[in-house]
T-cell receptor
């Protein structure tokens, strides 16, 4: 049973470019959330998707957008990249909105470097 | 704004217990206490969670103070594989995905 898979694992972009990161949730999971983790800090919540809609959002600008597909996989898009966007981007999946413990399963992340 | 306070780091010897404290003085009655850990070069991993009563699972135990303003994660016999950053997080419900991780406690295990 594959866990949460993310791609690419590493990528380098320059300021002003756009990037798309991808996430496949754990089998049986329908909810995906995204986190940004800067070096030496804890992960920060970006947003969460359920039933192909953004349900919750953290304190991130509109340059950060996402999408969830009918197969529950998700994409994170970041436009007009800034140096400060350099970070590890983590995807987490879980099952449903309620009725479970809500344990999050994280992928190993996509390491983005902006030059 | 951090909801929990943890020590920056702790050291332990292999096969000895580790007690990781967490203060959450502003906890509300509906907040669950969750613990995650992050091993080097990996994403966070769920450890345990609880509401009011102490909890045990195969990975650890969670002891919750009677007033719920603090809790302690207990690793009964630390192994080298337990070296990680441990995060104590308050979560309103299973519908709450806005987890605030903070800086966590870096645990070092000496062989």
């Amino acid at each position: 049973d594959a866990g949460v898979t993310q791609s690419p694992t590493h990528l380098i972009k320059t300021r002003g470019q756009q990037v798309t990161l991808r996430c496949s949730p754990k089998s049986g999971h329908d909810t995906v959330s995204w986190y940004q983790q800067a070096l030496g800090q804890g992960p920060q919540f970006i947003f969460q998707y359920y039933e192909e809609e953004e349900r919750q959002r953290g304190n991130f600008p509109d340059r950060f957008s996402g999408h969830q597909f009918p197969n529950y996989s998700s994409e994170l898009n970041v436009n007009a990249l800034l140096l400060g966007d350099s970070a590890l981007y983590l995807c987490a999946s879980s099952s449903g909105l309620a009725g479970t413990s809500g344990e999050l399963f994280f992928g190993e992340g996509s390491r983005l470097t902006v030059l | 704004d951090a909801k929990t306070t943890q020590p920056n780091s702790m050291e332990s010897n292999e096969e000895e217990p580790v007690h990781l404290p967490c203060n959450h003085s502003t906890i509300s009655g509906t907040d669950y206490i969750h613990w995650y850990r992050q091993l080097p070069s990996q994403g966070p991993e769920y450890v345990i969670h609880g509401l009011t009563s102490n909890v045990n699972n195969r990975m650890a135990s969670l002891a919750i103070a009677e007033d719920r303003k603090s809790s302690t994660l207990i690793l009964h016999r630390a192994t080298l594989r337990d070296a990680a950053v441990y995060y104590c997080i308050l979560r309103e419900s299973s519908n709450d995905y806005k987890l605030s991780f903070g800086a966590g406690t870096t645990v070092t295990v000496r062989a």
